[in-house]
């Protein structure tokens, strides 16, 4: 793993800025460090040999303690730097990741663990923190004070310079080593999480299934397992970063103790003055320091850039390709045409459709009718544009849909999916997704339309009621009808609808049927239906079978 991923100069312009200003810092640090050591061997040779006083010595007292309120300074500095730039860089690439999910849209979606993804967009950005705000600022400090202490020292001694250079590349290499051994057990840390997560997250959400068949003590069996790998992979990586800091510290204290003994020597036998001995003794550990620092702190960034690393494959996973012509044709005036579609699922031996061609009249009810995995909720995502055709087209009034913006031609549709999402959030706010700028009436009026208003009313706090994720706290009945609302509210000349009454009791179905019939007039309607009440709906009837259609 590179130090510095140029991805994060690419995807995070806030790290250039910070980089710049690092290097900035880490060139004062470097100054202050020299004054300081300067201060420090005149005074002490002036008070052991000269024999002077506090008196004498102020005004180099005072410059020291200005010396060290500089560098409290410019490590104050540093550390807003730091914490700032690494705040936006996580935005940044927060923004981005969402972003490209939503670009690269259900199908990509449908092939990544969402657990893994929640991971990497929340602990694994946050992960962040520790490289820019420990890492990165010593990476800079480690190029520039060894540079410039050392040039100061080979100034005054230049064997000492000679052993300083002989034996500080030891410490990277040993750092490597380090880093190496580190990586391994932080990309299985990494897996480990990622499975501990998606797992709990699918069996939270299937809790209520699994508590029915008897099934939650055997997760819960399963979710301890992985845990307790996870547990050792940590703890694995925290032993070997511990053990780093001490081969770092004990190869640091051998290298200054050689300056030392040659200097000692040096010293006694009077081939070296004693404020330059004593200039070198103070500046040779501050030559080591950033080394050691770095390489202890290289644990902090792993699991950063480990994340990091993985947003950058989100990022760089190319987005299917799409129109930008704006002038969509007037809906429900177009006459929609799917020509010969074929699309092929990875992992599927049997296209999800195959040859598929179909045609449907400004106006027209279509219900797409067939057994499970004849492809009928896969035609609805080809017209949604979630699914691009292997082969064949989908034409709006003889045009190809590729060419326009797919942005413009989803402002036309309504999608009522099988198991339509709600979020966390209020009654209102769940059917405001429709049209976001909708008022409290109108809100209302779709409810009312939908044939949710009833129940709705009946709430503790009505259409401000919150509901959990995925709708917890209403039945798959009032799920879908204020899916339905959504669709009221957008009032879109496309309505296609996914099996709206799936899983329903009789109630709900004929609730659903009755808001279904009302929101199709003056639309172009697609339906895929499982039940055989929905098909009296329909003015024409289209039954898929897996891999071919009879129209």
Known sequence: MKPLDPRLLRYARTTRLFLLASVALGAATAGLIIAQATLLAGMLTRAFLDGASLTDLRTPLILLLAVVLGRTLVAWLQEVAAHRSSAAVKSQLRGRLLARALALGPRWLSGERSGELAVLATRGIDALDDYFARYLPQLVLAVIVPLAVGF????????????????????????????????????????????????????????????????????????????????????????????????????????????????????????????????????????????????????????????????????????????????????????????DVTVAYPGRDIPALSGFSMTVHPGETIALVGPSGAGKSTALSVLLGFVRPDSGRVLVDWDDLDTFSLDAWRAQIAWVPQRPHLFTGSVAANIRLGRPSASDAEVRAAAEAANALPFVEALPSGFDTPLGDRGTGLSAGQRQRIALARAFLRNAPLLLLDEPTSNLDSESEAAVLDAVTRLKAGRTVILVAHRPALTPLADRVISLTPAAVTT
């Open 152 to 339: 100061r020292i080979m100034l005054g001694d230049w064997l000492s310079a000679v052993t300083i250079a002989a034996t500080l590349p030891l410490i990277p290499v040993f750092a490597i080593l380090v880093g190496l051994t580190t990586q391994r057990k932080m990309d299985r840390q990494w897996r480990t999480l990622s499975l501990l997560s998606a797992h709990f997250l699918d069996v939270v959400a299937g809790l209520p299934t699994l508590k029915i068949f008897g099934r939650a003590r055997a997760q819960a069996t399963r979710i301890r397992e992985i845990t307790d790998r996870h547990r050792r992979a940590t703890m694995s990586t925290l032993r070997i970063a511990f053990l780093s800091a001490l081969v770092l510290e004990l190869l640091s204290t051998l290298s200054v103790a050689l300056v030392a003994v040659s200097i000692g020597l040096r010293l006694v036998e009077g081939g070296l003055g004693l404020e330059t001995a004593l200039l070198v003794l103070i500046l040779a550990p501050e030559a080591y320091l950033p080394l050691r620092a770095v390489g202890a702190q290289y644990h902090a960034s792993v699991e950063g850039l480990t994340a990091a690393s993985r947003v950058f494959e989100v990022l760089e996973t190319p987005s299917p390709a799409s129109g930008t012509r704006p002038d969509v044709p007037d809906l429900p005036h177009a006459t929609l045409r799917l020509d």
